[in-house]
């Protein structure tokens, strides 16, 4: 990175963006808003920025340098999203959204963060002697608490992701920025063994750890670091999705994570860079311990959970209610139990009534949903209930929220063990990495690692040196699989506008059916393809792309569609226009050209698409195909977008058809784009895939 490069990073633009958008938040934000603006610690945020774009940084720490501003430069103005999708609607949650990116990035440079949270130790929340209308089945296997990876692999050394540069602790170089805030702001700590440290002399490993597996490697440090063949553990504590960035910087031999689903992620990245099924992608990892989410409430919001069922199920219908049901988390973004315990409430629906559906119950609770740092102190209203991993309760303090186990299901956190390329080839080091496994999965040590951090083993049983009264009990219900990327995204996407950046092309059908009112509904089809087309746009942040067509039978010369909004950034004039061309969207006395239409909006994608960037074809039609005698056929669809399609491309394409017409015939000529098809049949179902299709694609 040189001078000019320095000069020119984005970060700096992305600051001033967003004081741009806090000015004018702060100008239409609600009295009841004012203090959720307080929250966003813009102030420190400008000056470190200020100070680091002061001095250039040292040449032996560019590389490094570039992926810091890189990575703050990404959480700056994910933040400035979350305040433009504000500006759009005014619901709080982009406030606290906001506040949450920019606590990370200060937290990032070293700044610290807001009050810390109770000690370990000091869990304020009882566990109940007998949950209320609780039973609990048989112990679980390896394989089915595993979920999705089945029988866990042993691990394999493979490439920490494309390392950046020198190895830091927090940051660029050996700069240091002093604060006048009293902070110091430590851009670049130096690594290296003292000679007074016990663990002199031995081999170093260097271990990227979520907060609350570290007590599990402290258990064990100290006996690692004695002996003939002894180990140092060199710890770093991340967590969320920032952690990749920490691993490549910290040059890890080892990351454990508090859930699968982060590796699974990782994967799932992999494998769109180097291709499915390539060595690079090909994933291994191994289980160390679990945690299940339990639900926290008040008795009598307990004794409503146990009367819609006792478990998950009832709990989503409690939240897609009448009086719907508010729940608490921690930040999905930066804790593994919040986004396992957001992603199981949606699995909670998933495998009975579809993707749609899940999209709709998440987007339900995200309304209502309220982000607590600290859960194990936090106060509960009456309508809440809080999801919270077991790892932090603990005592059996009469007072305080009812802890239930939910029937069901056991929405699990799996820690994993994961294996870089780092080092791969040096013995002293798969040396230490056998010892450190073997040190948290066998014998008394691993049960004192299980025990310092409140954990359970892969099977979901409590170590064996375990309190009984500090436990929910020994046995759980059957553990939902691991959440995939699809699913991980979905939450994401949901709780943080900057997440839901994608090019979407809505095609409309307006034929004479689309005039039929929806089951379920007094109100035509196409109005409500109208209103929701509308929400749609208002979810979408300003850096998403959205385009409509409306299409029938040569609507416009020998063309079946018209361009009813066209596709261009949803710019504040773009989303003010839309509302009124939404109004040309209207059922007309004219056939159907399905055929000639999808072949034409896949070409449009195609052509349009960002590298980067998803680009989502929604066709939402009544599934016939009538055309005029010069329209092509399903196999000549199928032809056509064989000879164009390129797997390479971020494209997806689904019709979602409307009725109880076989798909049979639509779905072998959507073939060679792996085009879906979604069949719907209410009103309800309508307002669900629009929702989807804002949270992530309406496929995966």
């Given at each position: 990175?040189?001078?000019?490069?320095?000069?020119?990073?984005?970060?700096?633009?992305?600051?001033?963006?967003?004081?741009?958008k806090?000015?004018?938040?702060?100008?239409?934000a609600d009295?009841?808003?004012?203090?959720?603006?307080?929250?966003?610690?813009?102030d420190?945020?400008?000056?470190?920025?200020?100070?680091?774009?002061?001095r250039?940084?040292?040449?032996?720490?560019?590389?490094?340098?570039?992926?810091?501003?890189?990575?703050?430069?990404?959480?700056?103005?994910?933040?400035?999203?979350?305040?433009g999708?504000f500006?759009?609607?005014?619901?709080?949650?982009?406030?606290?959204?906001?506040?949450?990116?920019?606590?990370?990035?200060?937290?990032?440079?070293?700044?610290?963060?807001?009050p810390?949270?109770?000690?370990?130790?000091?869990?304020?929340?009882p566990?109940?002697?007998?949950?209320?209308?609780?039973?609990?089945?048989?112990?679980?296997?390896a394989?089915?608490?595993?979920g999705g990876?089945?029988?866990?692999?042993?691990?394999?050394?493979?490439?920490?992701?494309r390392?950046?540069?020198?190895?830091?602790v927090?940051?660029?170089?050996a700069?240091v920025?002093?604060?006048?805030?009293?902070?110091?702001v430590?851009?670049g700590?130096?690594?290296?063994?003292?000679?007074?440290?016990?663990?002199?002399?031995?081999?170093?490993l260097?271990?990227?750890?979520?907060?609350?597996?570290e007590?599990?490697?402290?258990?064990?440090?100290?006996?690692?670091?004695?002996?003939?063949?002894?180990?140092?553990?060199?710890?770093?504590?991340?967590?969320?999705?920032?952690?990749?960035?920490?691993?490549d910087?910290?040059?890890?031999?080892?990351?454990?994570?508090?859930?699968?689903?982060w590796?699974?992620?990782y994967?799932?990245?992999?494998?769109?860079?180097y291709?499915?099924?390539?060595?690079?992608?090909?994933?291994?990892?191994q289980?160390?311990?679990?945690?299940?989410?339990?639900?926290?409430?008040?008795?009598?919001?307990?004794?409503?959970?146990?009367?819609a069922?006792?478990?998950?199920?009832?709990?989503?219908?409690?939240?897609?209610?009448?009086?719907?049901?508010?729940?608490?988390?921690?930040?999905?973004?930066?804790?593994?139990?919040?986004?396992?315990?957001l992603?199981?409430?949606?699995?909670?629906?998933?495998?009975?009534?579809?993707?749609?559906?899940?999209?709709?119950?998440?987007?339900e609770?995200?309304?209502?949903?309220?982000?607590e740092?600290?859960?194990a102190?936090?106060?509960l209203?009456?309508d809440?209930?809080?999801?919270?991993?077991?790892?932090?309760?603990?005592?059996?303090?009469?007072?305080?929220?009812?802890?239930?186990?939910?029937?069901?299901?056991?929405?699990?956190?799996?820690?994993?063990?994961?294996?870089?390329?780092?080092?791969?080839?040096d013995?002293?080091?798969?040396?230490?990495?056998?010892?450190?496994l073997?040190?948290?999965?066998?014998?008394?040590?691993?049960?004192?690692?299980?025990?310092?951090?409140?954990?359970?083993?892969?099977?979901?049983a409590?170590?064996?040196?375990?309190?009984?009264?500090?436990?929910?009990?020994?046995?759980l219900?059957?553990?939902?699989?691991?959440?995939?990327?699809?699913?991980?995204?979905?939450?994401f996407?949901?709780?943080?506008?900057?997440?839901?950046?994608a090019?979407?092309?809505?095609?409309?059908?307006?034929s004479?059916?689309?005039?039929?009112?929806a089951?379920?509904?007094?109100?035509?089809?196409?109005?409500l393809?109208?209103?929701?087309?509308?929400?749609?746009?208002?979810?979408?942040p300003?850096?998403?792309r959205?385009?409509?067509?409306?299409?029938?039978?040569?609507?416009?010369?020998?063309?079946?569609?018209?361009?009813?909004?066209?596709?261009?950034?949803?710019?504040?004039?773009?989303?003010?226009?839309?509302?009124r061309?939404?109004?040309?969207?209207?059922?007309?006395?004219?056939?159907?050209?399905?055929?000639?239409?999808?072949?034409?909006?896949?070409?449009?994608?195609?052509?349009?698409?960002?590298?980067?960037?998803?680009f989502?074809?929604?066709?939402?039609?009544?599934?016939?195909?009538?055309?005029?005698a010069?329209?092509?056929?399903?196999?000549?669809?199928?032809?056509?977008?064989?000879?164009?399609?390129?797997?390479?491309?971020?494209?997806?394409?689904t019709?979602v058809?409307?009725?109880a017409?076989?798909?049979?015939?639509?779905?072998k000529?959507?073939?060679?784009?792996?085009?879906?098809?979604?069949t719907?049949?209410?009103?309800?179902?309508?307002?669900?895939s629009?929702?989807?299709?804002?949270?992530?694609?309406?496929?995966?």
């Amino acid at each position: 990175m040189n001078q000019v490069e320095f000069e020119r990073h984005p970060l700096w633009s992305a600051v001033d963006d967003l004081r741009a958008k806090l000015i004018e938040a702060d100008h239409v934000a609600d009295p009841e808003q004012w203090h959720l603006l307080e929250q966003l610690r813009f102030d420190q945020l400008q000056y470190v920025v200020r100070g680091m774009r002061a001095r250039r940084p040292p040449p032996e720490a560019a590389a490094a340098a570039a992926a810091i501003l890189d990575r703050l430069h990404g959480l700056v103005e994910s933040a400035a999203a979350e305040l433009g999708a504000f500006l759009i609607d005014r619901r709080g949650l982009y406030l606290r959204n906001a506040a949450g990116l920019v606590d990370q990035a200060l937290e990032m440079v070293g700044t610290p963060s807001r009050p810390p949270s109770t000690p370990r130790g000091e869990q304020r929340w009882p566990v109940a002697a007998g949950p209320v209308g609780v039973e609990t089945v048989g112990h679980q296997t390896a394989g089915e608490v595993s979920g999705g990876s089945g029988t866990p692999a042993p691990p394999r050394a493979r490439h920490a992701k494309r390392s950046r540069g020198s190895r830091l602790v927090l940051g660029i170089g050996a700069l240091v920025v002093a604060v006048e805030l009293g902070v110091v702001v430590a851009l670049g700590a130096a690594t290296g063994s003292d000679s007074s440290d016990p663990g002199a002399g031995c081999t170093g490993l260097r271990v990227v750890t979520t907060a609350s597996y570290e007590p599990a490697l402290d258990a064990v440090a100290d006996d690692l670091a004695s002996g003939d063949h002894c180990v140092r553990l060199d710890i770093t504590v991340a967590d969320g999705r920032s952690v990749e960035p920490v691993v490549d910087q910290e040059q890890a031999h080892v990351w454990i994570t508090d859930d699968a689903s982060w590796l699974e992620r990782y994967e799932a990245e992999e494998a769109e860079e180097y291709g499915e099924g390539s060595e690079e992608a090909d994933l291994s990892y191994q289980l160390l311990a679990t945690s299940p989410v339990l639900f926290a409430s008040s008795p009598a919001m307990a004794a409503s959970i146990q009367r819609a069922g006792g478990g998950w199920t009832g709990l989503a219908a409690l939240v897609d209610g009448d009086r719907p049901v508010s729940v608490v988390t921690r930040d999905p973004a930066s804790t593994g139990d919040g986004l396992v315990a957001l992603g199981g409430l949606g699995d909670a629906v998933w495998d009975s009534q579809g993707m749609d559906a899940s999209a709709l119950l998440l987007d339900e609770a995200y309304r209502g949903h309220r982000t607590e740092s600290d859960l194990a102190a936090s106060a509960l209203a009456a309508d809440e209930v809080a999801l919270v991993p077991e790892h932090l309760l603990g005592g059996t303090d009469s007072e305080g929220p009812v802890i239930t186990t939910p029937a069901d299901r056991t929405v699990l956190m799996r820690y994993g063990w994961y294996v870089t390329e780092v080092d791969a080839s040096d013995p002293a080091i798969r040396s230490a990495r056998s010892q450190l496994l073997a040190a948290l999965t066998e014998g008394p040590s691993a049960d004192a690692a299980l025990e310092a951090a409140h954990l359970r083993d892969v099977r979901g049983a409590p170590p064996a040196t375990h309190a009984e009264d500090s436990w929910v009990g020994g046995q759980l219900p059957t553990a939902n699989p691991v959440l995939d990327a699809h699913k991980v995204e979905h939450v994401f996407s949901t709780w943080y506008a900057a997440d839901r950046k994608a090019d979407l092309l809505v095609v409309v059908d307006v034929s004479g059916s689309m005039a039929v009112p929806a089951p379920g509904s007094g109100r035509p089809l196409i109005d409500l393809v109208r209103q929701n087309v509308k929400h749609l746009a208002a979810e979408l942040p300003p850096d998403a792309r959205l385009g409509v067509w409306g299409f029938g039978s040569q609507l416009d010369g020998a063309r079946d569609y018209i361009v009813v909004d066209p596709f261009r950034p949803l710019t504040p004039d773009h989303r003010q226009r839309l509302a009124r061309d939404m109004e040309r969207l209207e059922a007309q006395d004219t056939g159907t050209g399905l055929y000639d239409t999808v072949y034409a909006a896949y070409r449009t994608a195609l052509a349009e698409a960002r590298p980067d960037v998803r680009f989502q074809v929604m066709v939402f039609t009544d599934g016939l195909n009538q055309d005029d005698a010069l329209g092509i056929s399903a196999s000549g669809l199928h032809a056509a977008l064989a000879e164009v399609a390129d797997p390479e491309a971020p494209v997806g394409l689904t019709v979602v058809q409307a009725g109880a017409l076989s798909s049979t015939r639509l779905e072998k000529a959507l073939g060679p784009i792996d085009g879906e098809v979604v069949t719907i049949d209410s009103a309800h179902d309508v307002v669900a895939s629009f929702i989807h299709l804002a949270a992530g694609g309406l496929h995966g």
